[in-house]
């Protein structure tokens, strides 16, 4: 039972996480073209959502999704970590920190891509769910 409910949530977990980085460049955005004080909301939300990724992961694994989403959620947690370490080095690393925001489009890219596979193999048994997503894989093509 967990398992089944934890397979249907992870797709809207992922889904809404997709939402807010796209939000999340946005007010990246804001911070560029309005008032660079919009950059404090831009890094408080991005801390608010950012606990989004172990629940994508706890999700996946309780789910007992196929591993290719389970290692994604992993580097997307790993991505979103990395997210803060770019910006704690931008004054003695400059090139370094400027990573942040090509990392913020790989997050984003990576959830999408667990939301389209998760949302593939919802309601396949845990036991099938590989096969199930190459089968999606190449009906996609």
């Known amino acids: 039972m967990i398992r089944s409910v934890s397979r249907q949530l ?44 172990l629940v994508i992961l706890i999700l996946a694994l309780v789910g007992r999704a196929p591993r290719r989403i389970i290692g994604l ?16 080095l931008r004054t003695d690393y400059p090139s370094i920190a400027a990573l942040h925001p090509v990392n913020g489009f790989l997050i984003l890219a990576t959830a999408v891509v667990i939301t389209r596979e998760s949302w593939a193999v919802r309601r396949v048994p845990a036991r099938a769910a590989t096969g199930a997503m190459v089968a999606a894989a190449s009906d996609a093509r």
């Open 10 to 53: 992870l797709p809207i977990a992922a889904g809404a996480f997709v939402a807010c980085a796209i939000v999340q460049v946005f007010l990246a955005g804001l911070g560029v073209f309005d008032s660079p004080a919009a950059f404090i909301t831009h890094r408080e939300f991005g801390y608010t959502f950012g606990g989004m990724t």
């Open 73 to 88: 959620s992993v580097l997307l947690l790993l991505l979103f970590t990395m997210q803060s370490v770019f910006i704690a």
